[in-house]
């Protein structure tokens, strides 16, 4: 499955932007969804992830309250809409797919497609 991801950009902080993620012709169904991102100088970290079983959410403690990520079935499109955005958001986000199983984690070995990435910039 090939992934794209899109909607990065330079935003300043308080703004708001929505990632998308999608794979033509593919429906996601009960995979396990997940984005992810990586700073400059550092690991890559899992930030929301959702099960396409028990459509459970899980969110890294830094975005709770500020993003959401949703499914539009119809669309055949994951998003990640993120608000209130700081400079230290800044990084590459990656969203992915996984094996289906109940509830979610933030384990790479979890996710068995990536997209290429897309770069959120927060800066004046």
């Known amino acids: 499955v090939q992934l794209q991801a899109s909607g990065g950009g330079l935003v300043q902080p308080g703004g708001s932007l929505r990632l998308s993620c999608a794979a033509a012709g593919y429906p996601f169904g009960r995979d396990t969804i997940g984005w992810f991102r990586q700073a400059p100088g550092k690991e890559r970290e899992g930030i929301a992830c959702?099960?396409?079983?028990?459509?459970?959410?899980r969110y890294t403690d830094s975005v709770k309250g500020r993003f959401t990520l949703s499914k539009n079935n119809a669309q055949e499109t994951v998003f990640l809409q993120m608000n209130s955005l700081q400079p230290d958001d800044t990084a590459v986000y990656y969203c992915a797919i996984g094996k289906t199983r109940y509830g979610c984690r933030f384990v790479p070995s979890d996710y068995e497609s990536w997209g290429p990435g897309t770069l959120v910039t927060v800066s004046r």
């Open positions: 959702m099960s396409g079983v028990d459509r459970s959410r």
